[in-house]
């Protein structure tokens, strides 16, 4: 079995190389091709975190399939209490025709990219082509997976950045410059922020909403990444309201997504709102963006597929390069 660490992951998974896995993974969920169940969730309330185990079996990927599970934490207050991800945990990859374990590797690394992922394809469906300023909401691992994606799939000229605390905002915004080319801002007057963005992604943990949703400009895209649980929400009733939602998957956002079940709840959006998932999109079953000014919506609470094709991705490619430590069972 081969062991990656997530140096190995990071070099073996470009953002371009987890896009068009990620798409052609929501193409296969949209067609019947995935076999996936609502992941299990073990909360841990003394600590404030989350235990969640992903499996999932992808058709189609590679000769035989991709089959494998995730095993992750989420601990929220891990940054700023022990110095520790957030987001933390392994993917066992497994031959799919024989069930055989052919990999382990970091999951901290390929969960950032493969939500980014997620992210450049919706805004590649979704976003207008002129867009041209992105607002991000959080300055974490995922934040900045989330930049990178939105800046392949559009000529980002201009990135804002908000957070709660400020305390990352140097370095974070520092990094984003050297890597991208591209000027990044931190900005503390959120409706400035809001008002001035093309595309907005949030990538928090916030249990209440950011900003009014109000102050989004028509014409608007917004990739919603953060709540995944039913009572965390980035967005309030009426930002959902004003927008064209489309899903990751739906039956994982009607159990999970707080921004959809809270706005549900409240009255703010109908079920008939949410218009479909993005794997739709992608195969043409519906349409992204019907107009010019209207305003999308994105939200995601990420799927074990995304994992399963994105680590089918990093062991071929492991594989032909020499990456990884083999090791026994």
């Known amino acids: 079995m081969l062991l990656l660490t997530r140096h190995d992951v990071e070099i073996l998974l470009p953002m371009s190389t987890a896009m068009e896995a990620v798409a052609e993974g929501f193409r296969r969920l949209a067609t019947g091709g995935v076999t996936m169940p609502q992941r299990a969730v073990t909360p841990i309330p003394p600590h404030h975190g989350l235990h969640l ?16 599970v995730k095993i992750v934490t989420v601990y929220g207050d891990n940054p700023a209490r022990r110095q520790l991800p957030t987001i933390q945990g392994v993917l066992l990859l497994h031959d799919a025709a024989s069930g055989q374990p052919i990999a382990l590797m970091d999951a901290e690394a390929l969960t950032a990219i493969r939500t980014g992922a997620a992210s450049g394809v919706a805004t590649r469906a979704l976003a207008r082509p002129d867009a041209a300023v992105l607002t991000i909401f959080g300055a974490g691992a995922q934040a900045m997976a989330q930049v990178e994606a939105v800046c392949a799939a559009r000529a980002i000229r201009q990135v804002y950045v908000v957070t709660r605390t400020g305390r990352r905002d140097a370095a974070f915004c520092t990094t984003l410059r050297a890597r991208l080319g591209t000027p990044v801002t931190p900005l503390r007057d959120t409706q400035t922020a809001v008002e001035a963005a093309d595309i907005i992604c949030t990538a928090t943990n916030s249990p209440t909403p950011l900003f009014r949703g109000e102050w989004l400009r028509p014409g608007a895209h917004i990739n919603a990444i953060g709540a995944y649980t039913r009572t965390m929400r980035e967005l309030d009733g009426e930002a959902l309201r004003r927008s064209r939602i489309i899903v990751d998957h739906r039956p994982a956002a009607q159990a999970e997504a707080g921004d959809i079940v809270l706005a549900l709840a409240e009255g703010a959006i109908t079920e008939e709102q949410i218009a479909g998932s993005l794997g739709e999109v992608l195969v043409g079953l519906i349409p992204g963006r019907t107009a010019a000014g209207e305003i999308t919506l994105f939200k995601s609470v990420g799927l074990a597929m995304q994992d399963a094709v994105v680590a089918a991705q990093v062991y071929a490619r492991a594989r032909a390069m020499g990456i990884g430590q083999e090791i026994g069972l």
């Open 53 to 68: 185990s992903m499996p999932a079996f992808v058709e189609g990927i590679g000769e035989q399939g991709a089959l494998a």
